[in-house]
Nanobody, 120 residues
């Protein structure tokens, strides 16, 4: 049974920080690229950050570069998103995603999401 369980969301003031975690189980974590997406009300889900399966490469949306950091601990089957200098426009439900392409088939799993609210 594949599970991705996000945690760490909450209410934070503008300029503050939060650290999201996503604990994975039920698949070989180290072989999947791990990403964080977010979706604000009325908006489409957007990619925030990705860490490759080997963990050696990360990519970020322009809107979060320099403020957010994605990291993964393959020993703990967990991916993190450190969010600093939060802005009101960062408020959204944040989702964890695991994805890999194997012999032409894409495997993709999602967590249930965690709410991030940025407000004074």
């Amino acid at each position: 049974q594949v599970q991705l369980v996000e945690s760490g969301g909450g209410l934070v003031q503008p300029g503050g920080s939060l650290r999201l975690s996503c604990a994975a189980s039920g698949f070989t974590f180290s072989t999947y690229a791990m990403s964080w997406y977010r979706q604000a009300p009325g908006n489409e889900r957007e990619l925030v950050a990705t860490a490759t399966s080997a963990g050696g490469s990360t990519n970020y949306a322009d809107s979060v570069k320099g403020r957010f950091t994605i990291s993964r601990d393959n020993a703990k089957n967990t991916v993190y998103l450190q969010m600093n200098s939060l802005k009101p426009e960062d408020a959204a439900v944040y989702y964890c995603n695991a994805e890999r392409l194997l012999f032409g088939t894409k495997y993709s799993y999602w967590g249930q999401g965690t709410q991030v609210t940025v407000s004074s």
